[in-house]
């Protein structure tokens, strides 16, 4: 699905953190929005990349995209829509 398709209702940066607050914050980002909101995580290659999406989709939300980041350093972003209350 390309971004033109979606809007991105808001944005959380999890760069600063470990797991597992990578994970819990962006959750916790996630279950302020409203149902078939779109949530952008801001995060770092290796295990939040790995994880952080797995994650979501382990709990009902719909992984729309994980691309590099327009930063150009070694992070990325996610865009998860919620699909259920977690």
Same mark, same amino acid.
């Given at each position: 699905m390309a971004e033109t398709?979606?809007?991105?209702?808001?944005?959380?940066d999890?760069?600063?953190?470990?797991? +597992? #607050?990578?994970?819990v914050t962006a959750k916790a980002a996630l279950e302020e929005l409203e149902i078939g909101q779109v949530l952008r995580v801001?995060?770092?290659?290796?295990? +939040? #990349?790995?994880?952080?999406?797995?994650?979501f989709r382990d709990d009902g939300q719909q992984v729309l995209a994980l691309k590099p980041s327009d930063e150009g350093d070694d992070t990325y972003d996610l865009d998860v829509r919620k699909l259920e209350e977690a």
């Open positions: 398709d979606y809007k991105i209702d808001d944005t959380v999890i760069t600063p953190l470990v797991c +597992p #607050m990578t994970f801001h995060l770092n290659a290796g295990e +939040p #990349m790995q994880n952080v999406p797995r994650s």
